[in-house]
DNA sequence: ATGGCCAATTTTATTGGA
């Protein structure tokens, strides 16, 4: 069985990309973030053609997170449902092919001192506490843009970026918490010594200098650890015309 | 070659992304 996610950045802008990696790569589950916009507008009669259900958590403009699956989905939840007013599209939950599967698009931060920041902060913990009474259940993946690159592999200037937005202490603290509910870093854990990032800026020459950082992450729960066979970003898709500034991250599990 | 920001909207500037 093959997993991914990809922030697409725009799911208008990308529809064609996506189409066609959908069909030449096939994987099983596709998570998809930053749609930008709403439910009904989402090209869900295309991703049907080529054999996908799909369930959406969209928003107009900003945010907007979807799960696609060649097999029925079903259970689905859309935001955290915890009382929290919050307009923002991030989350969204459901069940396929006997997984339990999660797409979070986390808040960027905008940078230290923002009040977006805090926010993002305070997601991870609504994020946390939504996930608590949910782990006994296992058989869970959680995928997409964390927008928090865990360690200096993951980061293509630790020396410099260390501390920065995206790079913080708060921020991996937040990300560490997620893993000590019971996740495992799919990548981090098939590939343990490796530089691997998933998005590149599309400023002063990101990806051909490949100036990058891991911020898209597959978390899988520990009854799934055995079963993982690969982990890897599919860096081809970052690369062409009018590619999202992430690219695909995919991981295999057996069964 | 992998190329000098991009996408949506408030559109000919502004906002947010990361």
Redesign the pocket.
């Known amino acids: 069985m093959k997993i991914a996610t990809w ?1 697409v ?6 529809e064609e990309r996506a189409l066609a990696w959908l069909a030449k790569e096939q994987p099983d589950i596709l998570c998809l ?2 749609l ?2 709403e439910d009904e507008k989402f090209p869900t009669l295309a991703f049907k053609a080529l054999g996908y259900d799909s369930a959406t958590f969209g928003q ?4 907007g997170v979807a799960i696609l699956s060649r097999a029925p989905i079903t259970e689905v939840e859309r935001g955290f449902e915890d009382g929290v007013d919050d307009a923002q599209a991030r989350f969204i939950a459901a069940t396929t092919s006997g997984l339990r599967v999660l797409s979070a ?7 230290i001192a923002s009040e ?1 920041f805090r926010y993002k902060l305070t997601w991870f913990e609504r994020l946390a506490a939504w996930l608590g009474p949910r782990m006994a259940r296992g058989n869970t993946l959680l995928l997409g ?1 964390f ?1 928090v690159a865990p360690g200096d592999l993951d980061v293509h200037s630790p020396a410099v970026l260390t501390g920065s ?2 790079c913080s202490e708060p921020e991996r603290a937040a990300y560490r918490k997620l893993l000590a509910l019971g996740f495992t870093d799919a990548l981090r854990h098939l590939h343990p010594n490796e530089r691997i990032y998933s ?1 590149w ?5 990101g ?4 100036r990058g ?1 891991r ?1 898209d992450h597959v978390l899988i729960t520990a009854d799934l650890v055995p079963r993982l066979t690969r982990g890897w970003v599919d860096r081809e898709e ?9 690219a695909p991250v995919l991981v295999e599990v057996k069964g």
């Open positions: 922030n950045n725009s799911i208008r802008a990308r973030q930053e930008k916009l107009k403009t900003y945010n698009y986390m808040p960027n931060g905008e940078s977006k843009d927008n937005l995206l998005w800026d599309y400023r002063m020459l990806f051909p200098k490949n950082l911020i970052r690369k062409g015309k009018q590619p999202s500034d992430h």
